[in-house]
Nanobody, 118 residues
Framework: QVQLVESGGGLVPAGGSLRLSCKAS????????MGWYRQAPGKQRELVAS???????FYAESVKGRFTISRDNIKNTGNLQMNSLKPEDTSVYYC????????????WGQGTQVTVSS
């Protein structure tokens, strides 16, 4: 059974940094795009950053220059380095992966809370 497990959330003051990690496990033949989404209470889930298998990246305007997405195709892991955090970055962050497996498809992590205090 394929799973994505996230780690690295927490509480930080404004201006601080956090690094989120996401690891895929199970019988995996490869991972296409990986992405990080976030959802604040009462708001829709939004794409924060994504990275293709070849390393092409996309960032939401609100995080450009502050967040960096990366991945390790051998270890089937993804990371989101978040610097200069702002209170408006407070949200539950979810890892997403388009995974090549026996069943295939999009998989989601369980979510990790990021809280930035002002």
């Amino acid at each position: 059974q394929v799973q994505l497990v996230e780690s690295g959330g927490g509480l930080v003051p404004a201006g601080g940094s956090l690094r989120l990690s996401c690891k895929a496990s199970g019988i995996i033949f490869g991972i296409d795009a990986m992405g990080w989404y976030r959802q604040a209470p009462g708001k829709q889930r939004e794409l924060v950053a994504s990275i293709s298998s070849g390393g092409n990246t996309f960032y939401a305007e609100s995080v450009k220059g502050r967040f960096t997405i990366s991945r390790d195709n051998i270890k089937n892991t993804g990371n989101l380095q978040m610097n200069s955090l702002k209170p408006e970055d407070t949200s539950v962050y979810y890892c997403n992966g388009r995974i090549k497996s026996i069943s295939g498809g999009d998989y989601w992590g369980q979510g990790t809370q990021v809280t930035v205090s002002s």
